[in-house]
């Protein structure tokens, strides 16, 4: 089985700014979701996963060997969708993917078959000859998981991967990564909850580049148990509500405005408490001031 080790790794930029810092992880066959705001971190990390830039302490292992010194292991087996992937737009979905299949050392034929399954599966086959340029922001996204799959990567990395796609294809997406953690690691980066909720066997968060939790979703409810809740309030005070607690919903009705938050003791006598959702217990750790460093 693949073997990812994450140990106290930290990237330092200009400034004394640390995109991530102290971060430890162990990673097996499955989906893992990495949960974070955007600039938690999420993006530095997956770039040090890529091999595209080097931890500035601690170090990555796959399978035992240190990806900063020895990369071409990794490389050989990772197939990566960045946030910011770009296309040739002049090219058309077929000729950008035999171009990088060459580029990766597929052969001809073997290559040919792969693209035309790859494109089947991302529901693009009806437009693989048109320019890049004319697609879509979700088409082109589709093109970019097409890409990372080529090689039938044993570690597959996606950051944001679900941006632009309307909701069919987040929901085709999500099932496609769950089908394909069977017999590798996926790493699903998102600050979406339903996203990672949907697809993911483990969940980890970082925040501000520190890891502040790492388990299965059933883990990170039993954080927020028996802490949300719901009431309803006149609309003139959600201004205020939002100012004192932890919302995760509002629901406008004709009595007033139904909030659903999240706090340790019960706000107010009205308010009942309610069974956790995922997003519930991301939020509560995102503001629980008392996981802050110094």
């Not at 080097?54 to 490389?75: C, M």
């Not at 990766?104 to 320019?131: F, M, Q, T, W, Y």
């Not at 005070?237 to 007033?256: C, H, M, N, Y």
Request: proline share 4%; hydrophobic share 40%; charged share 25%.
């Amino acid at each position: 089985m693949s073997n990812l080790e994450i140990c106290e790794v930290g990237k330092r930029y200009q400034g004394d700014v640390w995109g991530v810092s102290d971060l430890s992880l162990e990673i097996g066959t499955g989906v893992l979701g990495l949960l974070g705001p955007n600039g938690a971190g999420k993006s530095t990390l997956m770039r040090i996963l890529a091999t595209v830039t080097k931890p500035t302490t601690g170090f990555v292992k796959w399978e035992g060997v240190d990806i900063a010194t020895s990369p071409n292991p990794l490389r050989k087996v990772l197939g990566y969708l960045p946030q910011d992937f770009g296309i040739y737009p002049n090219l058309n979905a077929l000729e950008f993917l035999s171009y990088l299949a060459t580029a990766r050392g597929l052969s001809g034929r073997s290559a040919g078959r792969r693209i035309d399954k790859l494109l089947e599966l991302v529901n693009l086959s009806d437009a693989r000859k048109r320019p890049l340029g004319s697609l879509s922001g979700g088409m082109k996204q589709r093109v970019g998981i097409a890409q990372a799959l080529l090689n039938d990567p044993r570690l597959l990395i996606v950051d944001e991967p679900t941006a632009g796609l309307d909701p069919e294809e987040r929901v085709r997406f999500r099932s496609l990564l769950a089908e394909l953690a069977a017999d590798r690691i996926v790493i699903l980066s998102s600050h979406i909850v339903s996203d990672v909720e949907a697809a993911a066997t483990s969940i980890a968060v970082i925040k501000k580049g520190h890891l502040r939790f790492k388990g299965v979703a059933e883990d990170l409810l039993r954080t927020v148990e028996g802490k949300v809740w719901e009431m309803v309030i006149p609309s003139t005070d959600l201004a205020i509500a939002k100012q004192k607690f932890v919302l995760s919903g509002t629901v406008r009705t004709s009595e007033g405005v139904r909030i659903r938050l999240v706090a340790d003791e019960q706000p107010t006598h009205a308010a009942r408490t309610r069974t956790p959702t995922l997003e519930d217990a991301y939020l509560h750790l995102l503001t629980d001031r008392r996981n802050e460093d110094g």
